[in-house]
């Protein structure tokens, strides 16, 4: 029971923390203190600003509780008894991970990397890609990365500190 307390509080702490500094409701802040209010003033963590990556935090806990429920229930309670609820409950799970779907994008490395490639004499090169237009064109230099296998060079921060080389081009 303690053990799931712990999971509780820390799930609590995270989703907390995946509110962000301040809420909002129809556009006007809620004046709540959060925990993010007083990260967001620490130096370190005042630059990773995505208080919702803490949410994959808040995941894990609650599948910390799913699992230690699960288990109680194997050994002493409810699915002890009825063996097949508990398969039932796994074909479930599995079931709704399953996708009939098979289709994948098919991707191209683009013409610019191959001679680029072709040019250099030696391979020990890393490219710099200044990608620019909407957020899927620009993290597609990573997808292109696993093509062409040459380090990539490519900073991309949520709000820039000063004009960059991609705003002077």
Not at 68 to 90: C, K
Request: with cysteine; glycine share 6%; charged share 15%.
């Amino acid at each position: 029971m303690r053990k799931a307390a712990g999971h509780v509080l820390g799930f609590l702490y995270f989703v907390g923390l995946a509110l962000g500094a301040d809420i909002h409701f129809a556009g006007r802040p809620i004046p709540v203190v959060l925990p993010y209010a007083v990260i967001q003033y620490i130096p370190i963590l005042s630059e990773a600003r995505a208080p919702n990556r803490a949410m994959a935090y808040a995941y894990l806990f609650l599948g910390a509780l799913v699992a230690a429920a699960f288990t109680h229930q194997l050994r002493e309670g409810f699915l002890r008894r009825r063996a097949w609820v508990a398969a039932l409950l796994a074909l479930v799970m599995f079931a709704d991970f399953w996708t009939p779907c098979r289709q994948t994008t098919v991707v191209r490395l683009p013409p610019a990397y191959s001679a680029i490639a072709a040019e250099e004499k030696t391979k020990d090169f890393g490219m710099l890609d200044l990608p620019r237009g909407t957020w899927s064109r620009r993290a597609r230099y990573m997808m292109y990365q696993t093509l062409h296998g040459f380090p990539i060079v490519q900073g991309y921060i949520s709000r820039k500190p000063s004009p960059s080389l991609i705003d002077t081009l």
